[in-house]
T-cell receptor, first 114, second 113 residues
Framework: KQEVTQIPAALSVPEGENLVLNCSFT??????LQWFRQDPGKGLTSLLL?????REQTSGRLNASLDKSSGRSTLYIAASQPGDSATYLC?????????????FGTGTLLAVQP | DAGVIQSPRHEVTEMGQEVTLRCKPI?????LFWYRQTMMRGLELLIY????????DSGMPEDRFSAKMPNASFSTLKIQPSEPRDSAVYFC???????????FGDGTRLSIL
């Protein structure tokens, strides 16, 4: 059974700092891995999707990496801003016939202090 | 572009009542997903549809829960009868399938008293 873990559960950093959020998963047979952000009272917004054949994806100040063999992904946020404060969730899409089923981690609550 | 639209945003009702949650996916998206989010269990997939057909309902917790998708632009999730432990935020999401990200609605916050 696939399990997804995110560390740390919460993180507080001063504005401008570079930071790394971690995600680990137990079954390397994944279809893709996705990072989302969730603002209070809102749904999830997709940030980056890494296909199983890819090693990383970048969007603006965000960079996500994937190492299937070790069951790890990291989300790197450069030059953090108060607007980056949110909960960040990673999710893995299972392989085989269940490529659309996402298994979510419990999230990292990020606070960027001005 | 309109995103995924869910209604109502908030629902408070008494135990035993029927609850109906509604979702309009993004036009052109072939897949629709219903999720439930709680503090204890996080975000869980309940059921998903492809081209209006339920594909996997293994996450539906009990027979009290049912979901339908009568056409490509509308889906409902019903709970009958509702119980206090059903209190959660219910999300609907849609995508085009494959390696396409899922787009989420803002959710329905459900409270069963």
């Amino acid at each position: 059974k696939q399990e997804v873990t995110q560390i740390p559960a919460a993180l507080s950093v001063p504005e401008g700092e570079n930071l790394v959020l971690n995600c680990s998963f137990t079954d390397s047979a994944i279809y893709n891995l996705q990072w989302f952000r969730q603002d209070p009272g809102k749904g999830l917004t997709s940030l980056l999707l890494i296909q199983s054949s890819q090693r990383e994806q970048t969007s603006g100040r965000l960079n996500a990496s994937l190492d299937k063999s070790s069951g790890r992904s990291t989300l790197y946020i450069a030059a953090s801003q108060p607007g980056d404060s949110a909960t960040y969730l990673c999710a893995v899409a299972r392989g085989g016939g269940a490529t659309n089923k996402l298994i979510f981690g419990t999230g990292t609550l990020l606070a960027v202090q001005p | 572009d309109a995103g995924v639209i869910q209604s109502p945003r908030h629902e408070v009702t008494e135990m035993g009542q029927e609850v109906t949650l509604r979702c309009k996916p993004i036009s052109g998206h072939d897949y629709l997903f219903w999720y439930r989010q709680t503090m204890m269990r996080g975000l869980e997939l309940l059921i998903y549809f492809n081209n209006n057909v339920p594909i996997d309902d293994s996450g539906m917790p009990e027979d009290r829960f049912s979901a339908k998708m009568p056409n490509a632009s509308f889906s409902t999730l019903k709970i009958q009868p509702s119980e206090p432990r059903d209190s959660a935020v219910y999300f609907c999401a849609s995508n085009r399938g494959g390696n396409q990200p899922q787009h989420f609605g803002d959710g329905t916050r459900l409270s069963i008293l």
